[in-house]
């Protein structure tokens, strides 16, 4: 391919210009886009990466953005002031055990912004945090670009969330994110907003750091599976996994149906994907790309078959690093001054005379080397954590969650239960006439005649773990005797976490139990179906016993929470 030029023009209109020496083009003539010899546009070379960046800055910043919502639209009830949780309980506990240590020894093992702030209105605090992760990642995933600050804030902001987030924020895919955006960090130049930074091309060693992550990802994850349920390796766990999985969604009810020879041909294909794919990372550039390929297909399917978070979502970002400007140019338009057309003139002036050495591309080296040599030294562990036959997935070595462990439904639960709460009005929860009705939540199973959700990739948190609470008791989980106690008093921010409160316009119940439930999808075709069931269950027995405010509010003294004031 030659160099930049204007289209060639006719034989005789180049000679006259030979002849006259003129050489100037009109100056209301648009540059033309460049074009190979053939006449047709030219294509962007492989072997670059500055279209890379710009999706994948603007996929992290999504998944910023929508962690971000769910912390501005959740973190009150849950860790605000009078929430679930109270984050300040938390960190008056770490000051009192950390009593004969240095503040700097205090923040390093659980580093957060909250060590800086009154907290005295943490609810104001988090809502902050929150809006400003917001605003910045909007800014990014509008824009195309960010800088060192903007991407270290966006991290800074989500890890002092995580670090007080208790159990609602303790899943692998809060540490992935982590990991994503600390590497995001290194994508950008430190001052300056452009899509395209002439002087700072996309680090080979910070993409290879996004090819590490998501090999450590698919590969933990195969191989948790194979070393964990039986059922995995005999082939029949997605016989199962549809039905009991955390939030079902509609397409889930349809797949759990699917033929046995179905379920059999998707558990190969998901040993396929996470343990042998992985390696098509260090195979060559084609096979980098099948790699890149084959996980975002993936994801994709996990997404249409269940709400998990914005996980899936996620694990697509450090995907897109497989590819280069040459994969991914068909997702920008061409013409004169486009992204591509600028990208393909650098393109060739890097192919040209090589510029003379900047200061600050001396130091970005550095600090990239550095990065590599840092990955490679907290990857140790994680290595032999992958190695050892006692693997342990979804954990984090460090408290800065850099490179961490992953892994995703190494068991999977044979059957469904649910805890289904319910309140009476009865002055005496032991009568045979008291009338128990449910709260339902926003998207995990409750009335059996209700839709499954469609949410990905928001996330209920507390609808989470409310699965998790199913299959533990209610001594694991004292955060539940905690809503129960907000439910009696009707809460307004509790009940925010809601779907449906039964006592809504009517004074408070008098007790709340939680009963224990066993799900089952409904059959197509079925009795059940035929009346507009998704769900048909049978009661199990109860989960923990009627509880009225009084009794409760002994227990709410020992843990340090608010007591709740009934309306």
């Known amino acids: 391919m030659r160099p930049d030029g204007p289209t060639m023009a006719a034989p005789e209109e180049s000679l006259r210009r030979r002849k006259t020496g003129y050489s100037h083009r009109e100056p209301e003539s648009p540059p033309a886009p460049a074009r190979d010899p053939a006449g047709s546009p030219a294509h962007l ?52 055990y950390f009593q004969d240590k240095t503040s700097w020894e205090v923040f390093s093992y659980m580093p957060t912004i909250l060590w800086l702030t009154d907290w005295s209105d943490t609810n104001s605090t988090l809502d902050s945090l929150a809006l400003l992760g917001l605003g910045i990642s909007s800014f990014v995933l509008i824009t195309g670009c960010a800088n060192v600050l903007l991407m270290a804030a966006l991290w800074g902001l989500y890890m002092s969330l995580v670090n007080v987030g208790h159990v609602w924020y303790s899943f692998g895919w809060e540490s992935q994110l982590l990991e994503t955006g600390f590497l995001g960090i290194f994508l950008c130049p430190l001052w300056t907003l452009s899509r395209l930074p002439q002087h700072t091309p996309t680090s080979r060693i910070v993409l290879w750091g996004f090819r590490w992550l998501i090999f450590r990802i698919m590969l933990g994850a195969g191989l948790i599976k194979i070393r964990g349920d039986r059922c995995w390796r005999d082939l029949t766990c997605m016989d199962f996994h549809y ?211 469609l949410i990905s990739p928001y996330h209920y948190r507390l609808d989470w773990l409310m699965w998790f609470a199913a299959f533990q008791t209610y001594e694991h989980n004292d955060w539940i005797l905690h809503l129960a106690g907000k439910l009696l008093a009707s809460d307004a921010e509790a009940l925010s976490l809601l779907a449906h409160n039964p006592f809504a316009s009517r004074p408070p119940p008098r007790w709340v139990r939680g009963e224990h439930y066993r799900y089952k999808f409904s059959r197509p075709g079925g009795r059940h179906a035929a009346e507009g069931k998704w769900w048909v269950r049978k009661r199990i027995g109860a989960y923990f016993p009627p509880l009225s405010l009084e009794e409760l509010r002994p227990y709410f003294r020992d843990r340090g929470w608010p007591l709740p004031q009934p309306l």
């Not at 990466?49 to 603007?58: A, D, Y």
């Not at 971000?68 to 984050?87: T, Y």
């Not at 080296?365 to 990955?375: C, E, F, I, K």
């Open 45 to 96: 070379h492989a072997g670059t990466f500055w279209l890379t960046r710009i999706v994948l800055l603007k996929a992290l910043a999504f998944v910023y953005f929508v962690a971000f919502l769910v912390a501005f639209h959740q973190n009150k009830q849950l860790i605000g002031d009078r929430g679930l949780l109270p984050c300040r309980v938390l960190l008056k506990n770490f000051q009192q």
């Open 243 to 453: 039905e009991t999985q955390p939030v079902p969604n509609p397409v889930a009810y349809y797949l759990h149906h699917s033929p046995w020879w179905f379920h059999r041909f998707e558990t190969l294909s998901n040993h396929f994907i996470e343990l042998l794919v992985p390696f098509f990372l260090f195979l060559g550039r084609r096979a980098c790309i099948i790699h890149g390929i084959l996980q975002i297909l993936f994801q994709a399917v996990l997404i249409v078959s269940g709400n998990l978070s914005f996980l899936n979502w996620l694990t697509m970002v450090p995907s897109l690093a497989c590819f280069d400007d040459a994969a991914l140019g068909f997702l920008f338009p061409s013409g004169p001054g486009s992204l591509k057309d600028r990208v393909l003139q650098m393109q060739r002036e890097i192919r040209g005379a090589q510029p003379k050495p900047r200061f600050g591309s001396v130091v970005r080296r550095a600090a990239n080397v550095s990065l590599g040599v840092l990955l490679a030294w907290l990857s140790v562990p994680v290595v032999l954590n992958l190695l050892s036959s006692r693997q342990v997935m979804n954990t984090h070595f460090n408290s800065l969650h850099i490179v961490n462990t992953y892994g995703a439904f190494g068991s999977i639960t044979k059957e469904r239960t649910e805890v289904i709460l319910q309140g009476t009005a009865s002055p005496n929860a032991s009568a045979p006439d008291a009338v128990w009705e449910d709260y339902e939540f926003k998207c995990k199973p409750g009335d059996p005649s209700r839709r499954p959700c």
